[in-house]
């Protein structure tokens, strides 16, 4: 049982891992895109 709940939760902060970087990666290529059309120097740093 202990080993189970361990894997578990390795598992589930993996998830929540990948989850953190997809979104971080998401707002980072939002923010990248949206100030390319407003400011086009903030896209070339």
Do not use: E, Q, R
């Not at 902060?13 to 990666?25: F, S």
């Amino acid at each position: 049982m202990k080993y189970s709940h361990s894997k578990a939760m390795a598992v589930f902060h993996k998830i929540v891992k990948l989850v953190k970087n997809g979104v971080l990666m998401m707002i980072h290529i939002y923010a990248k895109v949206s100030h390319s059309k407003i400011h086009p120097i903030y896209y070339l740093t």
